[in-house]
């Protein structure tokens, strides 16, 4: 059955593209600045965006890996989620307005479950009182505010936001997304995105560059997904980390730009800092396509800046023959454990999981393209056509109302519907737990399969059932796999078999980078807001001193200036800790807004190295075992400062500052690990912890829940100057374990003051 609301003929018309396209004159100067600097060496494509937006290009020295830069982004964007704090944290500065261009997108709080239109009905409903902040917010501030329903922030960035050689920032772990388009799009948490809202410089340290030479041209079956799948599987999720991930040579240019930003938009899986494509046809093309013909122009003006300079050097380079790459199948619980599809039939039975599919998903920011969904559209089509009908249930996520109403008009939409697909709301959704899922008994915690075209596959991440085996693939993939029902079936090599009883296989799927006809804007309801914003300073933004969901927010504490003494383990974690183990989204997001009610899910994820339980730690007042948050805040009660034991990658995931916001909110002054993911690391800096890690990886082993530590360093701490941990272990002994931290001049002021944000407030009341 079709959709009801039929799109009227509404072309994309040409943007306003003033507050779009980047400042290229300025850029180049900076640059030119910044080549003296380091004596006119030849510089990487990330080189040149990065220190082109240096704040003051004269004073700095740019050393890869070491160099503390300050930037001026040009952009902001934030996801509806993020965007509560942010704009919480904001509304402390003190600013009337945004110094740079802002955004809001409506896109995390719907949930799936009857069907686009009732869905976002329904959000709009559960979820007004957050909706009606966040746009009396923007409309006081002068940010652009898209509604519930207008489209995932990635997609919609890349379709109206994004410009090669731009710097944007963004509250969501995959704004990399836009370096399908050339643009340096980090992922950062709502104090990093209020600096460059405040006009306060951003503070990044110069990333290492990994350079990814693409050779050759992909085979029909395989896609850019397959790409960066198979990137995960070579860098791990942690071999990214303090890298902005560059692609050249001559295969790049075989890819069109929506599927360029898939490969981006994943980098986030490895740990980089960002990923980014050199500006070329298939970008221009992309910014004709969306009403940007004026950016495209400007771009092809400043072409050679748009490109790493000839002779640059990377600190790593990768080769990845396209011709060679198959589909690749991701999973389940880390994007990284990555199998060719020709073997993964044998995975399934090594492993003795059941073969059995029963969900294929498709969409989410990653692969929402008209051309993901195009392809996707084909293999429906061929297997409609043979009488083959689905096996699996099937739920289609258009990345935003623009796709939405081209597919729709195109008859994509009707393919997938009529096989008996449910076309969800141009929203997250299932990808980050937004699906009110029926087909299976989540109180059971019931071993499945699904098969998604998402970024990410933590466990208990989709679902909530910590059960649920969710892998990777790309949109084709999952939906030839949907028909067979079967995690062992190859779609490339294997048969289903039709309404006449003969053998079917699948021809490889077809569909164009852009549609032929153009791009539809959709439905008025969604109509884009202007590019440009005016502020509105009359406009009251309410928050509720009795809302369980909002909550204005007290600046912490500063640090006294003396050592941390008798600071509590609470926890020791073992394993992946990812933002979702440290604060879980799902049902929580609701609370996105409200850092006391959100901070009741703080660690509820985590392992417990002591007892091999999650979410169980000893309370050592008492001698009983309860929850970490619960314990977390009795100690808090108590006036007892507490820490966490942490392994490596901590904080892997989503860009969530209430990962960092909560533990400090519940009285957390430090925490330990082998090794942190960059995003939560400064998340953890802005807001007053002190994050450090192991000199000694292994002395991990030595430290457990319920031991003191008293530090030595942190009365004098500078940058590169070591801290050292005295740890009183419960039968009296001690020893001292040596720490690192990674904090600069600024970052340490960040600490002294209780937060980046007690910093902003106090230089822009000095100012007035």
């Known amino acids: 059955m079709t959709r009801s609301l039929a799109t009227a003929i509404n072309p994309v018309a040409e943007k306003d593209c003033r507050s779009i ?22 510089l990487t494509l990330a080189e040149k965006i990065v220190y082109s937006h240096l704040t003051n290009p004269e004073e700095t020295v740019p050393v890869r890996g070491e160099t503390y830069l300050k930037l001026s982004p040009d952009r902001v964007a934030m996801q509806d989620a993020s965007a509560q704090m942010a704009l919480l944290q904001f509304m402390i500065s003190g600013m009337s307005t945004t110094a740079v261009p802002s955004s809001i997108h409506c896109d995390h709080l719907i949930e799936a479950y009857s069907g686009a239109d009732k869905d976002i009905a329904s959000s709009i409903v559960t979820n007004k009182e957050i909706f009606d902040f966040l746009e009396s917010a923007a409309k006081k501030y002068g940010i652009a505010f898209w509604k519930p329903g207008s489209g995932i922030i990635h997609q919609i960035v890349l379709e109206n936001y994004a410009a090669p050689g731009g710097l944007m920032l963004g509250t969501d772990s995959h704004t990399p997304n836009a370096g399908g388009l050339g643009m340096v799009a980090i992922g950062v948490g709502g104090a990093d995105a209020v600096d460059a809202m405040a006009a306060i410089p951003w503070e990044l340290k110069a990333p290492n560059v990994l350079g990814v030479k693409l050779t050759g041209s992909l085979s029909p079956w395989a896609s850019p997904k397959d790409v960066i799948l198979k990137l ?82 990377y600190d790593k380079v990768i080769e990845i023959n396209l011709s060679e790459v198959e589909p690749h199948i991701n999973g389940p619980f880390t994007p990284d454990l990555s199998t060719p599809l020709s073997k993964f039939k044998d995975m399934v039975k090594e492993n003795g999981w059941k ?60 393919v997938f519907e009529s096989a008996g697909a449910q076309v969800l709301a141009n929203a997250c959704g299932p990808c980050i737990g937004q699906w009110k899922r029926t087909d299976i008994d989540k109180s059971k915690k019931e071993e ?38 079967k995690l062992s079936f190859n779609p490339v090599t294997d048969s289903l078999t039709d309404k006449d009883g003969k053998p079917f296989k699948f021809q490889p799927p077809r569909g164009d980078d852009l549609p032929g006809q153009g791009f539809e804007t959709g439905r008025d309801t969604y109509e884009p807001p202007s590019p440009t914003p005016t502020p509105d300073s009359s406009v009251n933004v309410v928050v509720s001193p009795t809302s369980s969901r909002l909550q204005v927010l007290e600046p912490f504490e500063g640090w006294n200036g003396e050592e941390f003494k008798n600071v509590r383990v609470l926890v020791k974690v073992q394993g992946k800790c990812t933002t979702d183990h440290i604060s879980a989204a799902g049902p929580w997001l609701k609370y996105k807004g409200h850092l006391e009610n959100i901070a009741e899910n703080t660690l509820i994820g985590a392992m417990n190295a002591d007892n091999g339980q999650v979410n169980v730690v000893r309370d050592v007042t008492n001698g009983k075992d309860d929850s970490i948050p619960a314990v977390a805040k009795s100690y808090k009660s108590q006036g007892m400062p507490w820490m966490v034991i942490a392994d490596h990658n901590y904080g892997e995931g989503s860009a969530r500052e209430h990962a960092a916001l909560q533990v400090r909110y519940l009285g957390c002054p430090l925490i330990i690990s082998r090794s942190f993911a960059r995003i939560h690391e400064t998340n953890l800096k802005k807001q007053g912890v002190l994050p450090l890690t192991f000199a000694d990886e292994n002395d991990w082993e030595k430290i457990n829940g319920g031991d003191v530590v008293e530090t030595v360093g942190v009365k004098d701490i500078a940058p590169g100057k070591p801290v050292k941990l005295v740890v009183t272990k419960p039968d009296g002994s001690q020893l001292t374990i040596d720490a690192k931290h990674t904090m600069s001049v600024d970052q340490i002021e960040w600490f002294q003051k209780g937060s980046a944000l007690n910093l902003i407030s106090e230089k822009v009341a000095a100012s007035a």
């Open 355 to 414: 073969d059995e599919l029963s969900a294929g998903l498709i969409g989410s920011c990653t692969n929402s393209s008209y051309q993901d969904m195009s392809r996707a559209a084909s293999i429906v089509k061929q297997a409609s056509e043979a009488g083959i009908p689905l096996e699996s249930k099937f739920l289609v996520t258009p990345g935003s109302e623009q796709i939405r109403a081209t597919i729709e008009r195109d008859g994509q939409t009707a």
């Open 232 to 313: 995960a599987g070579l860098l791990t999720v942690r071999g990214g980390t303090g890298h902005i991930i560059e692609y050249f040579g001559e295969g790049v240019d075989t890819l069109s730009c929506t599927g360029m930003a898939t490969i981006t938009n994943m980098g986030a899986e490895v740990g980089a800092t960002t990923s980014l494509f050199p500006y070329n046809k298939s970008m221009r093309s992309y910014l004709g396509a969306t009403g940007r013909s004026e950016v495209a122009k400007a771009a092809d003006a400043n072409a050679q800046f748009l490109r790493a300079d000839e002779g640059s050097a």
């Open 21 to 42: 396209t980047p400042p290229y004159a300025k850029l180049n100067e900076n640059l030119a600045t910044v080549r003296r600097v380091l004596n006119n060496r030849p």
């Open 448 to 485: 499945n399969a699904i098969l998604t075209s998402f970024n990410r596959n933590f466990r208990s991440r989709n679902d909530g059932n910590p059960k649920t085996m969710n892998f990777l693939a790309a949109p084709e993939i999952v939906t030839a796999m949907a028909f067979s029902g």
